[in-house]
């Protein structure tokens, strides 16, 4: 999974290569084929959406305005799409990471973040809405109080990791032990935090994911 953080804002953008300007185009050109023929085929319209949106999450400020020209697209014709709605407000945070005035950030990030409440609210249940929110909502400062949400939607996720494992890919599973055992341990409960990043180690010990976990653990000592 995708995560598109907040302490990316203050950031330098960094500089997309030519060769994956190229790419990106090359691709993007096969989505954007379908829409040419029918420019309201949801299909079409979520698939080039979250490629942007992928793409735009690497620092590609280019895709990151066509994911939002086509998260709006689709909403127009789904207005209750959650899937699409907790990535246009992912889309957002990130557009935020590419707009200078603080002003203009900080709406950007406040819109982001209502859209990603609004999925959740039209789709509580739904796994990849809930990560979406969570992952990105992970580091944005406590003056924007998003905690408390990011507390709850990692500990539903990780209880959906032990009862439908198959649902998550393993680095989705490891995220969520990760971010989950950081919640806790800010709760001061470190020994359920041990616990959670044990858990999540388990899964590949080996995985980039769980260097990330490693780092965290150190925190025990």
């Known amino acids: 999974m995708l995560r598109c953080c907040l302490l990316i804002l203050l950031l330098a953008a960094v500089t997309v290569s030519a060769a994956d300007k190229a790419e990106f185009g090359k691709k993007l050109a096969e989505l954007q084929k379908p829409l040419a023929a029918n420019p309201t085929n949801a299909a079409a319209l979520f698939a080039v959406a979250k490629y942007c949106h992928d793409i735009g999450a690497k620092d590609n400020e280019e895709a990151a305005k066509l994911a939002e020209k086509y998260f709006n697209d689709l909403l127009k014709l789904q207005p209750s799409n959650a899937l699409a709605t907790a990535y246009l407000g992912s889309t957002l945070t990130m557009r935020a990471r590419d707009t200078f005035w603080p002003t203009r950030r900080l709406s950007l990030v406040k819109e982001g973040n209502r859209l990603m409440d609004r999925a959740v609210t039209l789709a509580t249940n739904d796994l990849t809405v809930r990560m979406t929110r969570a992952m990105n909502n992970v580091h944005m400062p406590a003056w924007l109080d998003r905690e408390a949400l990011v507390r709850d939607d990692l500990a539903w996720l990780w209880e959906q990791v032990q009862q439908r494992p198959a649902a998550f890919v393993t680095g989705d599973k490891q995220d ?26 388990a899964l590949d010990p080996n995985s980039p994911e769980a260097a990330e976990i490693r780092a965290e653990q150190k925190k025990l000592k």
């Open 176 to 201: 969520v032990a990760h971010y989950h055992g950081v919640m806790l341990f800010k709760a001061k409960q470190k020994e359920k935090a041990k616990e959670i990043w044990e858990a999540g180690l």
